[in-house]
């Protein structure tokens, strides 16, 4: 299993970046692909992005195409997402989360991940 930790929330004005951070401990981090996802208050939790176990392969929500960019870096046990251009409507608590280990495909159902961060707050102030 992998035990995850995300960094790097925070406050920032619309039109700002953040970068977030996810550093994973336990089993071996590139074997697992990766996402990111977000619950804002009374919403349920919504599909951010997706990296593969190598970083070759990503896959975003339309809400943040072209926005946000999602990259990880396996040396570090790291994952990360860069998130430009905010908006308020970004504002949530986002999670990085694990997909079983070597499984290969895509998936947006947050259902299909099996290991989760506790969290970390991001707030876009209009």
């Known amino acids: 299993q992998v035990q995850l930790v995300e960094s790097g929330g925070g406050l920032v004005q619309a039109g700002g970046s953040l970068r977030l951070s996810c550093a994973a401990s336990?089993?071996?981090?590139?074997?697992?692909?990766m996402g990111w996802f977000r619950q804002a208050p009374g919403k349920e939790r919504e599909f951010v992005a997706f990296?593969?176990?190598?970083?070759?392969?990503?896959y975003y929500a339309e809400s943040v195409k072209g926005r946000f960019t999602v990259s990880r870096d396996n040396a570090k046990s790291t994952m990360y997402l860069q998130m430009n251009s905010l908006k308020p409507e970004d504002t949530a608590v986002y999670y990085c989360?694990?997909?079983?280990?070597?499984?290969?495909?895509?998936?947006?159902?947050?259902?299909?991940?099996?290991?989760w961060g506790q969290g970390t707050q991001v707030t876009v102030s209009s």
């Open positions: 989360a694990a997909r079983t280990y070597g499984s290969t495909t895509i998936s947006i159902n947050h259902e299909r991940y099996i290991s």
């Open positions: 990296i593969s176990m190598g970083g070759v392969t990503t």
């Open positions: 336990g089993r071996t981090f590139s074997g697992y692909a």
